[in-house]
């Protein structure tokens, strides 16, 4: 018991950086949203949302899932989607090695219950995994919409729309609410001066 407890709080030690290890997305009241916030927003939308999926999910599963999705990112750091640098390059092998890191951390059950989650979620063939996915990538322009505009670099007006409708073309509401989300952040575009048309033109040509 005593073991169990001693791996269960180091492995709560190393999650409490997700608390201040910062994405590049920031709140709206200027502050940069940590890892942890990220993962709070998701969990919460999971709740809001599942019961109008088409296909049913496990909601303690995929609350599982959204919890340690980015738990690795206590080791890697958090690695924007748009970043290009060695240590982009060596994402996926320095994950791996941090999921490992946290399975040989906890007991055999915990341990493995957690890693496989995770495979889970970037396998991405599950009905879970496919809605925290597409949490993953909504919550992301939820968030750049709360935030000043000021914020935003150019690369991600292409995003809004080429990025989030790939998660959620397979189920209607959330294809909608795609939409939506993605009707917020046009507006917001609009308002700072950016030429929408010529911003989907161009994330059009990258998506053929």
Known sequence: MKETIHSTLQLIRLAEKLKFELRHSWLSNGR???????TWQMALMAILIHKYLSQPVNLEKTLK????????EAEVGDIPFFEKSPRKDAKQKMEQQAIENIK?????????????????FEAYNTPEAKFAKALDNLEVQIQHNLAQFETWEEIEYDLVYNKMDQYCEYD???????QEIKAEAEDKMIKGGIDVQSVKARATRQNS
């Open 65 to 72: 899932m959204i919890l340690i999705h980015d738990l690795i």
């Open 32 to 38: 940069r949203e940590s890892v942890a916030e990220h």
């Open 104 to 120: 040989n951390q906890l007991n055999s059950e915990t341990g493995d219950e957690i890693y496989d989650l995770w495979y889970e």
């Open 172 to 178: 209607p509401f959330l294809k909608e609410l795609c």
